[in-house]
């Protein structure tokens, strides 16, 4: 699913309040749900005459399906229902196809863990027993998992004869996409530095790794129509996709989404919904399928690993007279926009005269990689600041200063195209720099990281609708799964522009029938376009009760204002009445009109961009070449924070993951092209214990594009992280450090080669 | 295969249950008793979100069988309050916000009560090494540690 990233149009919704309710910290309305072990999830839900399905995988990384003879798992007892790629529906557009192809293997299997049928049974343990029986005759073909030997012209070509847009002569078959970014005359910039510094890096692939697996429920009846349950990120893509792919009508389908645990972009695409979806179809009975943690990490998209080269080039006193950026991603064995992303956020953080960026996407035998917050900025960004920081190194110049001197602000022509309106770059650099954290003493052994951070946002298609209660309460529904609080921060805006108080809200997330339509919970966009849309759907009510008022004060509905919670008399000829609250007009709606409601649709625009700063303190023991974080502060501009703590808790969390990426985590693939490390226990993501309390403060520099001034914050906080990190570690280490994860021996390697 | 008769009790109600000698104790509070509140996110041990306590010891469910649960005692999350008031921890989780999706939740709530029962007055390092067991990819767990830490003190002073 290809998200377009628009740039914050200067916006002129936002305008300067004092605020009630927006700014507090009260108790999320699902808290009580979550930890009573109430709230359902997507493993939690059964239903009646429930069969189970699981998934046949490929045990090879590359390998053309030469037949699948699935007669003996259907002469299984117990076995109801078997599909392949035969049972779904041929796509328009080649994006749905790559994703319906890797929901189940057409042709050739392109991973290890590729999807090639799947048995509906009345347990798990009979599904499983069935897929023993089904013959798979596979064609073995040479494979490759690296990123720069994908380029390679020796290298075996993943799609055979597929053609790729604007590729330029001389790229081998696998490079799907190729991008250019920049402005300004790079070799003239290069010639007016006193220092240049050139280097290359490399970053492992990383998984999203959500504590809850994927997992759906889905049924149909012989009259076509369909019922999804499914943890996900968007249930009306979900809705969208699984029709598509079986070939129904979009409004026979309805998909309620799960509680949801975890998601980080993971959850932004298909895998099981439309296979339980043709299960339930072929069967007529209800089909639940859940993922094993072990196919999380085979079958279910991590971000993208890259290889980049970077040139800067600074004067003696820290201006950057050009950049040039060369990325090469791999995200597995489908077309993705994750390399032009990164190309986009790379010098994101600077104002240059010159720069330049060119991104590859290469094709892969892994898995087809998903969003993964603030998909491609991580590892362009590490590589962009780690450079930044040598020069600063070299020059004897502080990190700080050197940013501030060079940052991006309102006006800067920013280096992927469009120009900057308000942005906190330059006050969160300036929040970092006074920080007791930059000037307290490092022991031995240990090292400073500072890194900046970027993240566009997104904005996209929101609907929400709300009831006015006859009890002076409010319903609200809005369309996007809440996976950290969201639905706080809906109700907080609601009662802030009704001028009620925040328990008499109540939002929920429908479903796809609910209301209209919604992008998925991704780009950092919910607390922004839903809260837009939330604030407008207000107002639409506030316009229908101000009326009602008028009609029963026999005055102009003009001559109407909502103020804290009611409708006023506006102006000296309005009459004198007193204030008629929500309450009051919600208990007479039917005398005076009907019931009230207000809703709103929009494609939202202007999200407004987000940055961060990181500062690190690490220790690293040059005996183990272990890595210990000791500090941590996150600074980072939420435009306005709704309900800091959950802000807070994005920055935090953020910071962690990076952290992960940083240090630990990595997909590791043998010469056989098979995962190695597909679980928990050897993929190891941060734990309570190697961490110290994560700092953070939050900048408020408002957005224009939001009436509150809002920016989404959910991504920017895993963008920094890397470099912070890989600086401290280089600092600490005495010798640069340019590939990711720094694992104890690699950063022992490095110290050696130093020696 | 024939299954097994289990005569077990479940945050303090007798259950009884029939039980395949491979299930785990996770499948049969998940599939047969129909206690959802401890969840599966590897299966292997690794990340803590089925912690049950068996005994008055913390354990991950879906290491244990079903069948070792006869004659035993088992709490999950949905025995932390008491009817419509919420254990300390529990409280303590909403007021620091120490959740984003909440699906380590009940896990983390589990073993922190085990860890205060053992010890009420735990340092920082303690609690992290503690919950060591317990993966939260959402927060970061600085607001888990500090909510934790506030319930043990809290409930030293009551």
Redesign the interface.
Known sequence: MVTEYKEGAAGTEYSKRDFKVVGT?P??P????????????G??L?APGMLHATILRSPHAHARIVSIDISGALALDGVKAVVTSNDFVKQGSSGNQDTLDNCMARGKVFYDGHAVAAVAAVSV?VANEALKLIKVEYEVLPHVTDVDAGMLDSAPVLHEGRKFRNIPEGNNANVSGYWEFGHGDTDAGFAKADIIVERSFKTAATH??????HATLATMGPDGRGEIWACTQGHYMVRDMAAAFVGMDTSQLRVTPS??????GGKTTVYLEPVALALAKKSGRPVKM?M??EEVFRASGPTTSSSTDVKIGMTKDGRITAGQAKLRYQGGAYPNITAMLGAMTAFAAYDLDAVQTLAWNVLTNRPKQAAYRAPGAPMAIYAVESVVDELCQKLDLDPIDVRLMNAAKKGTLSSYGPTFDEIGLVATLEAAKAHPHYAAPLGPNQGRGVSCGFWFNFAGNTSVSMGINEDGTVSVIEGNPD???SRASISMMAAEELGIPFDKVRTIVGDTNSIGFNDVTDGSRVTFSVGLATIKAARAAIKNMCGRAAQVWGIDADAVDWVDGAAVPMGHNAGEFPPMTLAEIAKDSAKTGGPIAGHHEVNADGAGVSFGVHLVDVEVDPETGFTEIKRYTVFQDAGKAI?P??V???M??????GIGWALNEEYIYGEDGKLQNA???DYR???????P??D?VILEIPNPGHPYGVRGVGETGIVPPLAAVANGVSHAAGVRMTELPMSPPRILAAIDGAK | MSKIHVSTSINGDAVEYLCDPSETLLDVLRNRVGLTGAKEGCGSGDCGACSVELDGRLVCSCLVLAAEAEGKEVSTVEGLADGDKLHILQQKMLEHAALQCGICTPGILVAAKALLEKNPDPTETEVRYWLAGNLCRCTGYDKIIRAVMDAAAEMRGA
């Not at chain 1, 009580?32 to 999830?41: E, I, N, P």
């Not at chain 1, 999203?208 to 697996?213: A, D, L």
């Not at chain 1, 935090?652 to 993951?657: E, R, S, Y």
């Open positions: 910290r108790p999320r699902d808290g009580v749900d979550k930890v009573t072990g109430r709230a359902l999830f493993a939690d059964t343990k999203q790794g959500y504590i809850e697996p509680e949801i645990g975890g998601g980080f859940v094993t943690r996976i950290g609080g309900h703590d959950y807070e808790g994005q935090q969390g953020g910071a962690v993951q679980g928990f226990l993501i941060p734990v309570a214990s190697d961490l309390m994560i953070a």
